[in-house]
Structure formats: structure tokens, C-alpha cells
């Protein structure tokens, strides 16, 4: 197998719908199941389709370069196969990476764009060093444990302080997932350049939410998002209080409700 080749996803149905499907992609290192709850909210008759990126969850890992513009191709790829080809994109964080290289390579395909938790700028150096490292890490050792530290990262202070049972859930997650796939998918957003100029050279219309309380992408990478889009009036930004970087598990109704209105904003 080349290591050129598209990377596999996985699509999960978790909603059955018609018209204009909702495709949720997820963060790291993580898969589509923190999703699921945001799905419950979301109204019905919503088509909702969630990708495992490259060796999360149902994905395998296959021989392929590692790249953010890689999953949002094999995405789009999927979902041409099931005839799907104008979907509203949203994704946390590493999803939001994968939805902005897909508004940037497949902009016929995405009709409304969601960024959860998320940024456009690139890594700095040290940053980038850094999940070079974790990556060789969690290869060598074979383990997570490079990342097993982002199950309180990933949620905001009240979710740590109140709801044990989550930060447990959070964990359980991330143990499930392959060593492998957390290195090829560091080594991913390691790569990825600024996609700054995307979000501004993008037509649609764009949702950006932010826990208040996340510590990975704060607030103010949240409003940069939005003076960066094309129409910064139009770009709504949905603070979610009492959650962090996991905003979409925190709070999935308001994050639901978020992406039901963006949904709206191209059928109705
Ligand atoms: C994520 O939640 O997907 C990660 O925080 C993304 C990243 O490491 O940049």
C-alpha cells in the first residue's frame, strides 16, 4: 500500500434523517461517540453522520501520510460514496482542523461550517516539538500514555471539580484508542499549516462555540475565528458556560441547539 494513499474513515449514522445531513467530526484523541449525546439534542428528522478519523474508534489505520487535508479528503470521499454531496460541516478542535480543510479543498461540499473548540491558526515550534515527541512516545511505549493527562484537559474546571463520572467517561475514551492513531494523528496537526484565510475567503455561514472555561483553545481563539470570517456579524459566537475544551460533552444541548441553528440557516 502506497503511503500516499487516503487514509480510512469510518462514517457513523447517529441519526437517521432527510435532506441536508449535520456530519460531526472529533477531536482528539478521541472518536464520533462524543457525539452521541450532542445527536440526542439535535431535532429530529436531522440526518447526523459522525466519521472515526483515521485509526479512532472503527477506523483502521492504514499506510498513509499523516495529514489533516487527508481525513477531510477520505470524509469527503465517504460521503460522495453514500451520494452525499452538500453536508453542514462542524468539528472540535482536531475536527475543526479537518472541517476547515475541507471548506478549503472541498468547498462545494460544505454548506455551513461549525468550529467547536477549535482555532485556524498552525502550531508554534514548541508545540509542534511537542506532539513530534508524544508521537514517538506513544509509538515506543506503545501506550497512551503520552496523552492520558488531556482527560482533565479536555474538560473545563467544573466538569473536573463536579461530575467524576465524566471525567472517568473522558478517560475510558482515550485508553480505548490505538497508540498508533494518536501518533499518526499528532504528527497530522503537526503538519497543518494556518487556515486563517480560509475561514475568510469562506462563503457560508459559520457557527463558532467555545466552552468558557477551555483551557486548550480559550475564548479568545474563539473570537479570532470569528473576526477572521468572511462576515464577522454573521459569524455567531455561542460561549457555553460551566464546560471546557469538551464542550460538546459538557453541555451537548447547548452545543446542539448551536448546530441546529447554524442548520437552520441553510434550509430554511
Ligand atoms: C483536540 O481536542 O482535538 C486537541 O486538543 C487538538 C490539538 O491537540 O490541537
Given at each position: 500500500?502506497?503511503?500516499?494513499?487516503?487514509?480510512?474513515?469510518?462514517?457513523?449514522?447517529?441519526?437517521?434523517?432527510?435532506?441536508?445531513?449535520?456530519?460531526?467530526?472529533?477531536g482528539f484523541?478521541?472518536?464520533?461517540?462524543?457525539?452521541?449525546?450532542?445527536?440526542?439534542?439535535?431535532?429530529?428528522?436531522?440526518?447526523?453522520?459522525?466519521?472515526?478519523?483515521?485509526?479512532?474508534?472503527?477506523?483502521?489505520?492504514?499506510?498513509?501520510?499523516?495529514?489533516?487535508?487527508?481525513?477531510?479528503?477520505?470524509?469527503?470521499?465517504?460521503?460522495?460514496?453514500?451520494?452525499?454531496?452538500?453536508?453542514?460541516?462542524?468539528?472540535m478542535s482536531?475536527?475543526?482542523?479537518?472541517?476547515?480543510?475541507?471548506?478549503?479543498?472541498?468547498?462545494?461540499?460544505?454548506?455551513?461550517?461549525?468550529?467547536?473548540d477549535t482555532k485556524?491558526?498552525?502550531?508554534?515550534?514548541?508545540a509542534?516539538?511537542?506532539?513530534?515527541?508524544?508521537?514517538?512516545?506513544?509509538?515506543?511505549?506503545?501506550?497512551?500514555?503520552?496523552?492520558?493527562g488531556m482527560r482533565e484537559a479536555l474538560l473545563g474546571e467544573t466538569s473536573r471539580a463536579?461530575?467524576?463520572?465524566?471525567v472517568?467517561?473522558v478517560?475510558?475514551?482515550?485508553?480505548?484508542?490505538?497508540?498508533?492513531?494518536?501518533?499518526?494523528?499528532?504528527?497530522?496537526?503537526?503538519?497543518?499549516?494556518?487556515?486563517?484565510?480560509?475561514?475568510?475567503?469562506?462563503?457560508?455561514?459559520?457557527?463558532?462555540?467555545v466552552g468558557v472555561e477551555d483551557e486548550l483553545t480559550p475564548i479568545e481563539q474563539a473570537?479570532?475565528?470569528?473576526?477572521?470570517?468572511?462576515?464577522?456579524?454573521?459569524?455567531?459566537?455561542?460561549l457555553v458556560p460551566d464546560a471546557g475544551h469538551l464542550a460538546?460533552v459538557e453541555?451537548?444541548?447547548?452545543?446542539?441547539?448551536?448546530?441546529?441553528?447554524?442548520?437552520?440557516?441553510?434550509?430554511?
Amino acid at each position: 500500500m502506497s503511503p500516499s494513499e487516503t487514509p480510512e474513515v469510518v462514517l457513523h449514522d447517529l441519526r437517521a434523517g432527510d435532506g441536508l445531513p449535520l456530519v460531526l467530526v472529533h477531536g482528539f484523541p478521541l472518536d464520533h461517540r462524543m457525539w452521541d449525546e450532542v445527536a440526542r439534542f439535535l431535532p429530529d428528522g436531522l440526518a447526523v453522520v459522525a466519521p472515526d478519523a483515521p485509526g479512532f474508534g472503527d477506523a483502521l489505520l492504514t499506510e498513509s501520510e499523516p495529514s489533516i487535508e487527508g481525513i477531510a479528503d477520505a470524509v469527503a470521499e465517504a460521503l460522495a460514496a453514500r451520494g452525499v454531496e452538500r453536508a453542514v460541516v462542524a468539528g472540535m478542535s482536531m475536527g475543526g482542523y479537518v472541517a476547515l480543510a475541507l471548506a478549503e479543498r472541498h468547498p462545494g461540499l460544505v454548506a455551513a461550517l461549525g468550529l467547536v473548540d477549535t482555532k485556524s491558526v498552525a502550531d508554534a515550534p514548541e508545540a509542534r516539538d511537542n506532539r513530534l515527541r508524544i508521537a514517538d512516545e506513544a509509538e515506543r511505549t506503545g501506550s497512551v500514555a503520552p496523552v492520558r493527562g488531556m482527560r482533565e484537559a479536555l474538560l473545563g474546571e467544573t466538569s473536573r471539580a463536579t461530575r467524576p463520572d465524566l471525567v472517568a467517561e473522558v478517560g475510558a475514551w482515550i485508553e480505548e484508542q490505538r497508540p498508533e492513531a494518536v501518533a499518526w494523528a499528532q504528527r497530522a496537526m503537526a503538519s497543518r499549516p494556518d487556515r486563517t484565510a480560509v475561514l475568510a475567503a469562506y462563503g457560508g455561514p459559520v457557527s463558532v462555540v467555545v466552552g468558557v472555561e477551555d483551557e486548550l483553545t480559550p475564548i479568545e481563539q474563539a473570537e479570532h475565528l470569528v473576526e477572521s470570517s468572511h462576515d464577522a456579524s454573521e459569524a455567531a459566537l455561542v460561549l457555553v458556560p460551566d464546560a471546557g475544551h469538551l464542550a460538546a460533552v459538557e453541555e451537548p444541548e447547548h452545543v446542539a441547539g448551536a448546530l441546529a441553528r447554524l442548520h437552520a440557516r441553510v434550509t430554511r
